[in-house]
């Protein structure tokens, strides 16, 4: 059995959306998934792209977590091609356990459902890279207890994603350690507001995007991770761009065009689609 999983980057908050908010980016890694044909059991992991030389090529290697996590304990050899910058607020490592999770639930014969979300949204204790990475997208993710939903929605066809990509790394475990355990009450309103307009603005009216896009519940807080960020971040936005951190950062993505006076020296700057499919799984001979 040999099949190729290819799943898209996300960006998770969109500013207000805290947790909660993801979008799919026409970005890409590739997992080639086979299993040894005699069935004997054994791992081999081959990285290109982003993390190579770097992950474990063992069984902590984040997409074979994830396979295990869905019950598949057989031999496995994967081949990753990554595309998705690691620790750049880009979800990549949700495209990981994502990949994990279709192939291992592709190796078990189960069809991807609500509890690949679950499986997936563990790993990282909120679902909003997860569920973008998993269906495509716009999504609203959500946690009920200890079950973990999400609902799709189409972005508008006007929505144009720009991502600028500095080179400094920054890792989402330790920017959580800068958020405050309790924000003002006008800070919770206002993320409240901003959050719903932000569902109208990406999917109906991207007009409203850059109202949409003020966050009041992380970025100041994680400043001191990178702080060129938001020196880009308020640049583009006195300019009237909507722009924001994309995840858990350092990448900034803005929708619409990057003025010229807007000094973006440090960082990659590409435009990307948004992914509309999710998770894709093809049979290879
Ligand atoms: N394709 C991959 N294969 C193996 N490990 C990965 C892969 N992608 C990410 N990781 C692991 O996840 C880490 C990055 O996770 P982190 O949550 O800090 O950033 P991110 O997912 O890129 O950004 P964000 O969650 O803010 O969007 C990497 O340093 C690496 O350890
Ligand atoms: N919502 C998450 C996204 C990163 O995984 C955060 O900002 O920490």
Known sequence: ??????????????????????????MYDDVEVAVPEDGSGGLSIAVDGAGAGEVPLDETHLVVRAVRATGYTGGLALRCRNTIPHARGLGSSAAAIVAGVAAGFTLTGRELDTEALQIAAEFEGHAD??????FGGVVVAW????????????ADARVRPIVLIPSQESSTRTT????PAEVPHADAAHA????????????????????ATEDR?????REPAWPDTVRVINDL???????????AGPTVIAFGEIPA?????????????????????????
């Open 129 to 134: 890279n997860a569920a973008a990475s998993l």
């Open 143 to 154: 946690s009920e207890g200890e079950r973990y939903r999400a609902v799709r929605m189409d």
């Open 176 to 179: 959580r350690g800068l958020l």
């Open 261 to 285: 006076e807007v000094d973006v020296h440090g960082f990659d700057v590409r435009r990307l689609d948004v992914d509309r499919a999710g998770v894709r799984i093809r049979p290879l001979d």
């Open 1 to 26: 059995m040999k099949f190729l999983v290819s799943v898209p980057a996300s960006t998770a908050n969109l500013g207000s959306g805290f947790d909660a908010l993801g979008m799919a980016l026409g």
């Open 192 to 211: 409240a507001g901003r959050a719903a307009l932000a569902v109208h603005a990406l999917t109906s009216d991207p007009s409203v995007l850059l109202a």
């Open 237 to 247: 936005r006195k300019l009237g761009v909507p722009a924001c951190v994309s995840g």
């Open 217 to 221: 519940l992380h970025q100041n807080y």
